[in-house]
């Protein structure tokens, strides 16, 4: 549809910072944007008709504003997964999911909050409690009606009314939701300081964009899937292909756990054609890596996934590994 697009590494090298707004600033400039994407909206998807529902109950709304509250402190003030955990238990009347993975060092953090007119779904990826990427999509229940098809859409009139005048910081809209995005670059930086043994990686305005959006990636859980027993990651494919081997070397101490296992299988493919050595250093860390015990989520099949704890429950033979980057 719209609106506005952040892109990965733009995400990444030029992180976003509060800037100095004051709150009336940030809700002026979220009211004219709303009202443009409605607008927009209304004349090219609508036929000039959003119906909207004409009153909302006051004892059922006000606790789905607690949830702005709670959106606030998550922006703008928390920096820990326990900071998190200790505003969660504030909401009343409001159901509440939590749902933790890990991959390496990584720990990601799934939040639904279910209220009786919106739905807010937030995701906090952190390296020893402290976050660097926090994501928000927000979701009306009560969905307005557009056009003569009356198709479900987002309720503006509640979000706009309701809900920005509440919001300290700035918002987007994209596909039936609105969004935020926040990477703190500082927080990684910390992170890369008390994890020495790790190899973080960070992307350098002197890299090629090509590999500093690889570099990226580990940091961000949707941009990776699944380990797959047939085919190598083609990211690792392509560094393989241009020669790029100390950066496939350095991605073996990755945070990303499952970024680490496919730089393993890289160099195990690159020995087997005799064009690498790997040193003493190199080989303890594939070492650590097999006896690790992090959960791995792996396809099996189209659409059969399952996790496996650990690299040496995959199973997997040196020969088929080689073969997966032929």
């Known amino acids: 549809m719209l609106i506005k697009k952040s892109y990965l590494v733009t995400l990444f090298l030029a992180f976003f910072v509060q800037t100095s707004k004051g709150q009336n600033s940030v809700i002026s400039s979220n009211m004219k944007y709303i009202d443009s994407v409605e607008n927009q909206m209304r004349v090219f998807f609508c036929n000039n008709v959003i119906e909207y529902q004409e009153k909302y109950q006051n004892k059922l709304l006000v606790p789905d504003l607690k949830m702005a509250e709670f959106l606030n402190f ?13 505003e969660l238990k504030k909401l009343k009347k409001i159901k509440v999911y939590v749902d933790s993975t890990k991959n390496g060092l990584i720990s990601i953090v ?30 009306t229940n009560k969905d307005a009606r557009c056009g003569d098809m009356k198709i479900r859409i987002f309720d503006f009139k509640l979000f706009r009314n309701s809900f920005i005048p509440k ?17 703190l670059l500082n927080n990684l930086n910390l992170a890369a300081k008390n994890n020495s043994s790790y190899n973080f990686n960070l992307p350098d305005p002197s890299f090629p964009l ?35 081997t100390e950066v496939i070397k350095k991605l073996l101490f990755s945070p990303n756990y499952l970024f680490s296992i496919n730089a393993m299988e890289a160099l195990i493919y690159l020995k087997s054609k005799n064009n690498i050595i790997l040193e003493e250093e190199i080989e303890k860390q594939i070492n650590y890596i097999i006896e690790a015990n992090y959960p791995i989520n792996v396809q099996n099949g189209i659409d059969v996934f399952s996790v496996v704890n650990g690299y040496k429950n995959i199973n997997i033979s040196k020969s088929a590994v080689i073969k997966k980057y032929e």
């Open 167 to 183: 919001l300290n910081f700035s918002i987007e809209f994209f596909n039936r939701s609105a969004k935020k995005s926040v990477f």
């Open 74 to 86: 998550y922006f703008i003030k928390s920096n820990s997964v326990s900071e998190i955990n200790r």
């Open 210 to 244: 090509w590999i500093n959006n690889i570099l990226s990636k580990q940091y961000y859980g949707d941009s990776v899937c699944c380990y797959s027993y047939s085919k190598g990651e083609n990211d690792f494919r392509v560094l393989i292909k241009s020669g790029n």
């Open 110 to 139: 799934k939040v639904i909050l279910n209220g009786n007119y919106v739905r807010v779904e937030l995701k906090a990826e952190a390296i020893s409690n402290s976050i660097y990427n926090k994501k928000m999509e927000f979701y």
